[in-house]
């Protein structure tokens, strides 16, 4: 049976990690924190507590649980109270684990990196080209930085089986905070960046996990690929589709640029003060504020096969199905 570890795997992605690869009948082990939400991970997975924060603890953990054939280390943090916590996270956690395993000689057959297109940042707002591997990467978030470093540190190892995928905007039952969005539209308002039009991506949740166990069983090594649905949407296009499928009118609010900013800054600050993590931040600011998040997909579909299942008016649809049910809506 192929052995395989997920980290993270009691977030939003993590989840259906664990679900497709018990799915695809391989050995899974959910590695999660003491303090993770195990409610959506499948009962036979295999939850196993890994300390990523303490390099010489997360050793004996890892050799304990024996080489795996496939890793994808998808914790990380999307947002987050300190500043420094996106480098100590996605950076600095990234290489405790990729040495830990180096030097307790459990280094898998692959070991996949959920990195993210905010790594190279957004597009030209002028040539509206999308974002493509061979391009140089420009992150202007924390975050796009964090996961740019690890991807770094990854690729700099000799002969280190690296994968890596860097989806855009991922969505899909149990997520958050594009939920946010639909919680606002169903409340019959459709805030906007001002009157700019905006160039978007999206990737169902499970369309994005099936890349993953593709590119896994692959014979890719050492490569990374950009991750969307293949199509491009609007702004306007996005808030119809959610409109569409929760049966509401809207009212169109463009909120001045200005403004946005003043409110994530102010955000940010205040909820830092308490300890909390606002959905609104810097961070996400300066994402909104961007106008082309369009990226190559050519590599995907020709290099794996790779076809959506969902595109963003049937993976909408199926979203509001279940926020309804589980009375999230
Ligand atoms: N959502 C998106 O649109 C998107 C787009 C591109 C890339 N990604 C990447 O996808 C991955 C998963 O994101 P998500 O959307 O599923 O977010 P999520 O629901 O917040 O899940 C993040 C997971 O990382 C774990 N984690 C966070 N800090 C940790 C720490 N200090 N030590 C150990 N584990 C820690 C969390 O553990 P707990 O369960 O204990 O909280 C959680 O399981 C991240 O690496 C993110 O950068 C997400």
């Not at 050995?27 to 010489?56: C, F, I, M, Q, W």
């Not at 649980?65 to 956690?93: E, S, W």
């Not at 946005?260 to 909390?276: A, E, I, M, N, P």
């Amino acid at each position: 049976m192929t052995k395989i570890l997920v980290t993270g795997a009691g977030g939003f992605i993590g989840g259906f990690i664990a679900e497709e690869g018990i799915r695809r009948n391989y050995e899974v082990y959910a590695g999660v924190r003491a303090s993770s939400n195990l409610r959506y991970l499948p009962e036979s997975a295999h939850t196993v507590v890994l300390t990523l924060s303490d390099k010489e603890r997360l050793k004996r953990e890892l050799a304990a649980l024996g080489r795996f054939d496939y890793i994808i280390h998808n914790a990380g943090v999307t947002k987050c109270n300190k500043k420094t916590d996106f480098d100590l996270v996605n950076h600095q956690y990234t290489r405790h684990f990729v040495e830990a395993l180096t030097e307790t000689d459990t280094v898998p057959k692959k070991f996949l990196y959920v990195s993210s297109m905010a790594a190279y940042g957004s597009g030209n707002p002028k040539t509206l080209e999308p974002v493509k591997s061979s391009d140089t990467p420009r992150p202007d978030t924390l975050y796009g930085i964090s996961k740019l470093k690890a991807e770094e540190f990854i690729r700099s190892i000799p002969d280190f089986p690296y994968l890596t995928v860097r989806p855009t905007g991922v969505y899909g039952p149990r997520e958050k905070d594009y939920f946010v969005f639909l919680q606002t539209v169903n409340r019959h308002m459709e805030p906007a960046m001002g009157l700019r039009k905006q160039h978007l991506t999206f990737i169902y949740v499970t369309d994005l996990v099936r890349v993953m166990y593709l590119a896994l069983e692959s014979e890719y090594i050492r490569k990374a690929w950009f991750v969307s649905d293949g199509k491009e949407y609007d702004n306007r296009e996005y808030a119809a589709i959610v409109k569409k499928h929760l049966d509401k009118w809207a009212l169109f609010l463009p909120v001045p640029l200005f403004l946005v900013k003043t409110v994530s800054y102010t955000l940010d600050t205040v909820c830092g003060w308490f300890g909390v993590s606002p959905t609104l931040n810097r961070d996400k600011y300066k994402i909104m504020r961007a106008t082309n998040w369009k990226c190559e997909t050519e590599p995907l579909q020709k290099e794996l096969g790779f076809v959506a299942e969902y595109d963003l008016d049937k993976g909408i649809e199926e979203c509001i199905k279940w926020y309804k049910k589980e009375k999230w809506l």
